[in-house]
C-alpha cells in the first residue's frame, strides 16, 4: 500500500506480516518495513508508541530467517521489548517478546525464552488477560524440555490442556495436541503418539495456514520415526506435502526437515544432494529459527550417510549445546544432543569422546525417564564399546537396550545389531533368565528379577499390579481391580461431557476472579486470603483435569466406571513408578507393558516378555 500517510502504510505493513512465516526470507519487505520505520514521525510514538513497537518487533522477526542480519535482529528487538515494557500494554509486549526471542541461536537463549514466558504469565495474571497466556505455556513446556525436565515440561502441558479446554479458539487445542503426542512418544507410548498426531492434522483444518500445517505434521511424523524406526502409513505422504510446499526453499532448516525425511525414507542420494551445497556453511543453522533442531537434523543424516566430512563442523556447532534436548519451538522431538554428538565421534573414529557423549545421553535419558531415549543411548553405547573391541560390553549394552526397546515396539538399526555374532560373542549364548520373582514379607514387596534384586513397600497399586502380570494379556476391568464386586452399576460413557460450553465460560471467568483476588490479596499482605483463594483455584483446575483428556478432549462426566479407571489408572502407575525408582529397566518393562483404562492388562511383546511368580 503505497499513500502520502507514512502512518497508514506502516500500519498496513504491520498487518501484511502479522501471519507471516517466519522459515521463509523475505527480504524484500524486510527493507519496506525498515524504510518504513525510518519515514514514521517520531511525533507519531507520542500518540501511538505500539506502531513503532510492532514494527522493530516484525523487522527483529524477519531478520532471523536472513543470513547475517541475526544481530541487527537483536538489537531490534531488545528495543521493542524496551518501549513495550516502558508503554505497559500486556497485548504488545507479548508480540515483542514473541518476535525478539523467536530464535534460540545460543544456549543463553533458552534461559532468556524461559525468563520471557514467565514474564508473560505474570503480565496475564496481573491483567486478566489469559487470551494472551498461550505463548508462556508453550515457551515453558519448550525451555523445562530443552533442559531435559521430562516432568517439569509434562507439568507446563498439563495445564496448557487444561486451560486449552476453555478458551474459545481451537488454536489452543491444536498446540497442545500437538505438543503432546511428541512427549507420549518420548514416554513410550508409540500408538497413542500416533493416534495425537493424526488428531492435531485434523484440528489444523481452518486453524492455522496448510502449508504450516504440513510442516508440523511431517516434523511430528519425522521425530517419531527417528526414534522408533517403524513403519508410518502417513510419513510419506506428509513429507511429500512438506516436501512439494516448502522444498526449494533456501533456508537450511526446511533443506535438512527435507533431507531427513529423504533419509528417513531410503532416498538417501536425494537426501546428499539437498545438504552438499550448504557443507562448508552449517553455522547458518545458528542465525535463524529452530538453529538447534536443524543442527540435530544434520547430524543425523550425516550418520545415515556415513558422510565424515560434515562431521567436525558438526560437532563443534553442538557442542555448546551439550546437556541439552535439541529443542526449538517444542513440538517436534528428537535424541539429546550428546547423542548426536557420541554419533558423530563414532563417525569420526573418536571413540574416547564418543564414549564420553554416550555417557551424558544415556545419564540425561535415564533422568528424564524416557524410555526412548535410554534404549538408542544404548544401543549406540554397544556399537562404541564393538567399536572399541569390547564385545562383552557390546553385548551387555545391547541386551540392556533390545529389553526396552522390544516392548516399545522399537527398532534398533546398528552396526553391531546386525551382527550378533560378532567377535567374541557366541551366537547360540542364551538371553538371562526372564523370572522375577515377588515376595510379600511385613508389608514389603521383596523382587528378584534379571534387572537386579530391591525391595518397595506394599500398596494398593502393587497389589493391582501382582494381579495383572499373574494373568498376562487378560483384560480386569478397572472397577474389578478398584474392588468392585460385580453388581456395580456401571454408568456408561454416553452421559456426555463433564464440561459444556457454559460451563468452561464459568471456569474460565471464576479462574481469573480468583486470580485477581490472589494478586489483591498479596499486595495487602493478606496471607490467610490469599492461602484461601489458591486453594479454590486448584479445585477448580483438578477438577478441569479430571474433566479433559488427551488433546483437550472432553471427558464423561463422572460414573462408577470413570471413577475406576481414574484411580486404578494412578495406583498402578505409583507402584510401578516405585519399581521404575529401585529398578529402573524392570520399570521401563512395566511401563510399555502394563494398559490402563476401562480395562487393565499385562500385555508384554512376546520377545521380552517376563515369568512371574508370587509367594505371599
Do not use: C
Given at each position: 500500500v503505497e499513500t502520502a500517510d507514512p502512518v497508514l502504510e506502516a500500519a498496513a505493513a504491520v498487518a501484511a506480516v502479522a501471519h507471516h512465516n517466519p522459515f521463509v526470507?523475505?527480504?524484500?519487505?524486510?527493507?519496506?518495513?525498515?524504510?518504513?520505520?525510518?519515514?514514521?514521525?517520531?511525533?507519531?510514538?507520542?500518540?501511538?508508541?505500539?506502531l513503532r513497537?510492532?514494527?522493530?518487533?516484525?523487522?527483529?522477526?524477519?531478520?532471523?530467517?536472513?543470513?547475517?542480519?541475526?544481530?541487527?535482529?537483536?538489537?531490534?528487538?531488545?528495543?521493542?521489548?524496551?518501549?513495550?515494557?516502558?508503554?505497559?500494554?500486556?497485548?504488545?509486549?507479548?508480540?515483542?517478546?514473541?518476535?525478539?526471542?523467536?530464535?534460540?541461536?545460543?544456549?543463553?537463549?533458552?534461559?532468556?525464552?524461559?525468563?520471557?514466558?514467565?514474564?508473560?504469565?505474570?503480565?496475564?495474571?496481573?491483567?486478566?488477560?489469559?487470551?494472551?497466556?498461550?505463548?508462556?505455556?508453550?515457551?515453558?513446556?519448550?525451555?523445562?524440555?530443552?533442559?531435559?525436565?521430562?516432568?517439569?515440561?509434562?507439568?507446563?502441558?498439563?495445564?496448557?490442556?487444561?486451560?486449552?479446554?476453555v478458551m474459545p479458539s481451537p488454536y489452543w487445542s491444536y498446540t497442545a495436541t500437538a505438543r503432546r503426542s511428541g512427549v507420549l512418544a518420548l514416554l513410550g507410548d508409540y500408538d497413542a503418539a500416533m493416534d495425537l498426531a493424526s488428531s492435531s492434522r485434523r484440528q489444523s483444518v481452518g486453524v492455522v495456514p496448510e502449508t504450516e500445517a504440513a510442516g508440523v505434521d511431517a516434523g511430528i511424523r519425522r521425530g517419531i520415526g527417528l526414534l522408533y524406526r517403524?513403519?508410518?502409513?502417513?510419513?510419506?505422504?506428509?513429507?511429500r506435502a512438506f516436501a512439494d510446499a516448502l522444498g526449494d526453499t533456501p533456508v537450511l532448516f526446511v533443506q535438512a526437515c527435507c533431507a531427513c525425511g529423504d533419509a528417513l525414507l531410503g532416498d538417501r542420494e536425494a537426501a546428499r544432494r539437498r545438504l552438499v551445497p550448504w557443507l562448508d556453511r552449517f553455522e547458518v543453522a545458528l542465525q535463524a529459527p529452530e538453529g538447534v533442531p536443524t543442527l540435530a537434523m544434520l547430524a543425523?543424516?550425516?550418520?545415515?550417510?556415513?558422510?565424515?566430512?560434515?562431521?567436525?563442523?558438526?560437532?563443534?556447532?553442538?557442542?555448546?549445546?551439550t546437556g541439552r534436548m535439541p529443542v526449538g519451538n517444542g513440538v517436534t522431538i528428537d535424541a539429546p544432543v550428546d547423542h548426536h554428538l557420541a554419533?558423530?565421534?563414532?563417525?569420526?573414529?573418536?571413540?574416547?569422546?564418543?564414549?564420553?557423549?554416550?555417557?551424558s545421553a544415556?545419564?540425561?535419558?535415564?533422568r528424564m525417564r524416557a524410555p526412548v531415549l535410554e534404549a538408542r543411548a544404548l544401543a549406540l553405547l554397544a556399537d562404541i564399546s564393538a567399536r572399541s573391541g569390547d564385545p562383552r560390553s557390546a553385548a551387555s549394552a545391547r541386551d540392556a537396550a533390545d529389553s526396552i526397546a522390544e516392548p516399545l515396539g522399537m527398532r534398533l538399526p546398528s552396526t553391531f545389531a546386525a551382527d550378533r555374532t560378532a567377535p567374541g560373542r557366541d551366537g547360540a549364548e542364551q538371553r538371562p533368565d526372564r523370572v522375577v520373582r515377588l515376595r510379600l514379607d511385613h508389608g514389603r514387596w521383596f523382587i528378584q528379577s534379571p534387572y537386579g534384586d530391591a525391595h518397595v513397600a506394599d500398596s494398593t497399586g502393587m497389589g493391582q499390579l501382582v494381579r495383572l502380570v499373574t494373568d498376562p494379556a487378560r483384560d480386569i476391568p478397572a472397577t474389578d481391580l478398584a474392588g468392585g464386586d460385580g453388581g456395580l452399576t456401571v454408568v456408561a460413557s454416553d452421559l456426555g461431557p463433564a464440561l459444556d460450553g457454559r460451563a468452561k465460560r464459568e471456569y474460565r471467568r471464576r479462574i481469573a476472579e480468583l486470580q485477581a483476588d490472589i494478586d489483591?490479596?498479596?499486595?495487602?499482605?493478606?496471607?490467610?486470603?490469599?492461602?484461601?483463594?489458591?486453594?479454590?483455584?486448584d479445585a477448580l483446575i483438578d477438577e478441569l483435569r479430571a474433566a479433559v483428556g488427551l488433546g483437550g478432549r472432553d471427558r464423561p462426566r463422572s460414573s462408577s466406571s470413570e471413577r475406576a479407571r481414574i484411580n486404578t489408572a494412578r495406583t498402578i502407575r505409583r507402584a510401578i513408578a516405585a519399581i521404575d525408582g529401585v529398578l529402573p529397566t524392570l520399570g521401563a518393562h512395566l511401563t510399555a507393558s502394563v494398559r490402563t483404562g476401562h480395562h487393565c492388562a499385562y500385555v508384554p511383546e512376546p520377545a521380552a516378555a517376563l515369568s512371574w511368580t508370587i509367594e505371599r
Open positions: 526470507p523475505d527480504p524484500i519487505r524486510l527493507a519496506q518495513l525498515a524504510e518504513l520505520d525510518q519515514r514514521l514521525p517520531t511525533a507519531h510514538d507520542l500518540v501511538d508508541p505500539a513497537i510492532r514494527l522493530r518487533g516484525r523487522r527483529a522477526m524477519l531478520s532471523t530467517s536472513i543470513p547475517g542480519r541475526l544481530a541487527e535482529g537483536a538489537a531490534l528487538g531488545d528495543d521493542a521489548v524496551d518501549r513495550a515494557r516502558r508503554l505497559g500494554d500486556p497485548e504488545v509486549l507479548v508480540g515483542a517478546l514473541r518476535d525478539r526471542l523467536f530464535a534460540v541461536t545460543r544456549p543463553e537463549d533458552y534461559d532468556a525464552q524461559a525468563a520471557a514466558a514467565g514474564e508473560i504469565l505474570d503480565v496475564v495474571r496481573n491483567t486478566g488477560r489469559s487470551e494472551l497466556a498461550l505463548l508462556g505455556h508453550e515457551w515453558t513446556y519448550a525451555t523445562r524440555l530443552a533442559a531435559g525436565d521430562l516432568p517439569g515440561a509434562v507439568a507446563a502441558l498439563d495445564e496448557l490442556t487444561v486451560l486449552a479446554a517403524r513403519d508410518d502409513h502417513g510419513a510419506e505422504e506428509s513429507h543425523t543424516v550425516t550418520v545415515l550417510l556415513g558422510w565424515e566430512d560434515a562431521a567436525p563442523s558438526l560437532r563443534n556447532l553442538l557442542r555448546p549445546f554419533a558423530l565421534a563414532l563417525l569420526a573414529g573418536d571413540l574416547e569422546d564418543a564414549t564420553a557423549s554416550v555417557g544415556l545419564d540425561l535419558a535415564r489483591e490479596a498479596d499486595a495487602n499482605h493478606d496471607p490467610e486470603r490469599a492461602t484461601r483463594h489458591r486453594l479454590e483455584m
